[in-house]
């Protein structure tokens, strides 16, 4: 016992105090939760997605609670802006010890109907977007030796035995992140930057309101999930906090899934 006690932490052990974190697509959904808990955590988040007022007002929601935070207009998918989102929250914190990609679309469409336009526009944000904030970041990071890039990415990464009709573009985006991530992983580790990848199962976000608005869909989806329910954006935003903390410290490549127990089942 007094071993333990000795042992014990001053502080929490998911404590980011003095860490610096950017988080895509960030205005709503599991983005959202994701900087509340990076910031509650202790770290000062720049909020980024593509409007500046819905950023604003997370960035409000941070600083009642006595956080920092920074909101930046930027569309992941526009080399430029994600340049200038990176230069802002370096002027602003000084440096980016942590990148969640989170932004994401997900469009239905049969893929026979599917056009070019609507294909490139998935890719562009989902995974280009992926690779154009890694690569601004992981140029910051390292100068500093250090950096936690975590990469949102999806039960429809592919390789686990379910395919996703009416989503191929979507399902291609995200086994693509998988792919960059352990490719990352790889030539990142000398600069001491660990990259991971999250893959959430259904989670409670507005991407998938049109979903549960048809009760033979979302039952037809949950059947498959052995917890019976969707999850909650909070439920991703804890691994991603651990992930984003010094207590992931020798995991990099990895990919771990939120998702009631959907893959397992
Ligand atoms: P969400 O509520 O739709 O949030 C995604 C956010 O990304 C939105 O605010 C969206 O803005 C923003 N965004 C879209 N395009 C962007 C761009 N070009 N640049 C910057 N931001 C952009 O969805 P979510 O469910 O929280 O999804 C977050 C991540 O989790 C996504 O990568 C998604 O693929 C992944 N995911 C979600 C689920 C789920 O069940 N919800 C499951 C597996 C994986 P707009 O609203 O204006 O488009």
Request: with cysteine; hydrophobic share 40%.
């Amino acid at each position: 016992m007094a071993n333990l006690k000795n042992k014990a932490p001053n502080k929490s052990p998911w404590d980011l105090t003095g860490q610096v974190a950017i988080v895509t697509g960030a205005r709503r959904g599991m983005g959202r939760t994701h900087a509340l808990l990076l910031a509650k955590a202790g770290a000062k988040v720049a909020v980024s997605d593509i409007s500046q007022e819905d950023c604003q007002k997370i960035v409000d929601e941070i600083k009642k609670e006595g956080g920092q935070g920074l909101a930046i207009k930027c569309d992941v998918s526009n080399k430029e802006e994600v340049e200038e989102m990176v230069k802002k929250t370096v002027e602003e914190f000084g440096k980016i010890d942590i990148l969640v990609n989170n932004a994401g679309i997900c469009q239905f469409k049969p893929f026979l109907e599917m056009t070019e336009k609507e294909w490139d526009k998935t890719i562009d944000i989902n995974l280009k977007g992926y690779f154009l904030c890694a690569q601004a970041c992981a140029k910051e990071m390292a100068k500093q030796k250090y950096g936690k890039i975590i990469n949102i990415a999806s039960v429809a990464m592919g390789q686990q035995g379910i395919g996703f009709p009416n989503i191929v573009h979507y399902c291609a985006s995200k086994g693509g992140i998988v792919g960059m991530s352990e490719a990352l992983a790889v030539e990142l580790a000398p600069y001491n930057i660990t990259v991971n990848t999250v893959s959430p199962g259904l989670i409670e976000t507005p991407m998938i309101a049109s979903i549960k608005q048809d009760p033979k869909t979302i039952e037809a989806m949950l059947v498959r999930v052995p917890m019976h329910r969707v999850g909650k954006p909070e439920e991703v935003s804890n691994l991603v906090l651990f992930l984003a903390s010094d207590e992931s410290s020798y995991m990099t490549g990895s990919v771990i899934v939120v998702d009631g127990g959907w893959l397992a089942g």
